[in-house]
């Protein structure tokens, strides 16, 4: 019975370090919001999940293993808010997905991660609830494929004189089914810079596609190509920031393609600040313009203003009104932070409003 207790109490013991070791924990965000649009005449009023942040919730841990080094891991979904159906195509997990290490040296991650140019889109697309969010000109514009990829692997360096490297690589659709080989294969690095109040950001991201909504494994892939600048600097009652992105390497590709990975040529830019109006409110300012290298009749403009006010750390309020202008070729729309926005034909414009709430836990 002695031997029996000892036993017990050394695995309580050992149970209790072995948890000490380790962090666990569950995170999420809710946000819920009324939209109002109008577009070619018509009026859609709808309640909107995931219009200034993603609905979403997700686990993350870590390991110590000693000498400064982490296990790490994450595992993130996302769902709608107003439905509860899942989101992302219906994939459990498919907002992020990775195990990795962490130390002197720098973080790795393996699995589904989000690419270097995502990194800078959330940087410099500013929000006070939200970054990337509805509003944003750039999330008007981005092209989702070069966002996150699965079968990926992604470094992170450490800070070395106010530098970070960022590096990425994705295999792409590797034996799938149907589908050329390497298909979405991704290649980034990405360099950012900090001292003091600036920020600036570099990426350059690589994508192979091919210009074809059907596809047979013959087809043979090519290769876009992203350039990405972005900065801002905080000067305490406004922080301004800037995008500039260029996509070269598809000049025959007439209008995006997700499942193909194809993106037609161009530049787009977005220009924006955070005013501090209150001291729990912000009010964001934004202005971007989309140009089609190879049809000007594919080109946009996005205008954003939004009030974002916190109600208590996890809790806020929010509401903006947007407005996108398209050439007679291009369809854009006000997008939410992660789900359609209100579907615009060509060469219309459209004019929303939005009021929502957000909680994150």
Do not use: C
């Not at 025959?252 to 109006?277: G, K, M, Q, R």
């Amino acid at each position: 019975m002695k031997a029996s207790t000892f036993a017990a109490l050394a695995l309580a013991a050992f149970s209790s370090e072995a948890m000490a070791q380790s962090n666990v924990s569950l995170y999420g965000v809710i946000d819920l919001a009324l939209q109002s649009g109008r577009t070619g005449g018509t009026v859609t009023t709808r309640v909107d999940s995931s219009a200034v942040a993603p609905t979403r919730f997700g686990i993350q841990g870590s390991e110590d293993l000693g000498g400064g080094s982490q296990a790490i891991y994450r595992i993130e979904s996302g769902f709608n808010a107003d439905t509860g159906a899942l989101a992302n195509n219906g994939t459990l997990f498919g907002r992020e997905a990775w195990v990795g290490l962490s130390g002197g040296l720098g973080q790795v991650q393996v699995g589904l991660n989000y690419t270097p140019l995502f990194s800078s889109y959330v940087s410099y697309s500013l929000g006070e609830l939200n970054t990337l969010g509805w509003g944003n000109a750039t999330n008007n514009f981005v092209f989702v494929p070069v966002a996150r990829a699965p079968n990926s692997i992604r470094y992170t360096s450490p800070v070395f004189a106010g530098l970070t490297l960022r590096a990425f690589h994705a295999l792409g659709n590797e034996g799938a089914a149907g589908q050329p080989r390497g298909l979405g294969k991704i290649s980034s690095v990405g360099l950012n810079y900090k001292t003091g109040n600036l920020s600036v950001d570099g990426d350059y991201l690589q994508q192979d596609y091919v210009n074809a909504a059907m596809l047979t494994p013959d087809i043979q892939t090519r290769t876009g190509r992203y350039f990405l600048l972005g900065a801002s600097y905080d000067f305490g009652l406004i922080k301004p920031a800037f995008i500039f992105q260029s996509h070269r390497g598809a000049a025959d590709v007439a209008t995006p393609l997700n499942t193909s990975f194809a993106n037609p040529d161009h530049d787009l830019y977005e220009v924006n600040a955070l005013i501090h109006v209150t001291s729990n409110g912000t009010l964001l300012l934004s202005y971007g313009q989309y140009k089609k290298l190879a049809n000007g009749a594919g080109n946009a403009r996005s205008y954003g203003l939004r009030h974002d006010y916190r109600l208590s750390k996890r809790s806020g309020l929010y509401a903006g009104i947007s407005r996108v202008e398209n050439e007679s070729a291009a369809s854009f729309t006000v997008s939410s932070a992660a789900g359609p926005g209100i579907a615009v034909i060509p060469g219309k414009s459209i004019d929303s409003v939005i009021v929502g709430i957000i909680h994150r836990f």
